[in-house]
Nanobody, 115 residues
Framework: QVQLVESGGGLVQAGGSLRISCKAQ???????IAWYRQAPGKERDFVAS???????SYADSVKGRFTISIDNSLRTVYLEMNGLKPEDTATYYC??????????WGPGTQVIVSA
């Protein structure tokens, strides 16, 4: 069973940057993977995805600020977040992209952006 473990979250001031990671266990390589986020009291939303051909896709709210990338040698997917805003505050998760069979959700990593 694939296990996903997110890390790298923290507290950052608005305008700052953060890189979060998601490492997979029991998987040879990522084929299609995505980042999602869930703010307190809200539903989990799509943030970004990347295909096995390294084609990224982003939610409009993060386009131009966030970058998704994969290092399959480490079975790790990254989300580089720049120009962070308070509304980016959420717990971030990785999983299969929308429309694909989901893995078991990992614990997530919390990102807090102070104004």
């Amino acid at each position: 069973q694939v296990q996903l473990v997110e890390s790298g979250g923290g507290l950052v001031q608005a305008g700052g940057s953060l890189r979060i990671s998601c490492k997979a266990q029991a998987i040879s390589k990522f084929r299609n993977i995505a980042w999602y986020r869930q703010a307190p009291g809200k539903e989990r939303d799509f943030v970004a995805s990347i295909t096995n051909e390294n084609i990224p896709s982003y939610a409009d709210s993060v386009k131009g600020r966030f970058t998704i990338s994969i290092d399959n040698s480490l079975r790790t997917v990254y989300l580089e977040m720049n120009g962070l805003k308070p509304e980016d505050t959420a717990t971030y998760y990785c999983n299969a992209p929308p429309g694909f069979d989901l893995y078991v959700w990992g614990p997530g990593t919390q990102v807090i952006v102070s104004a």
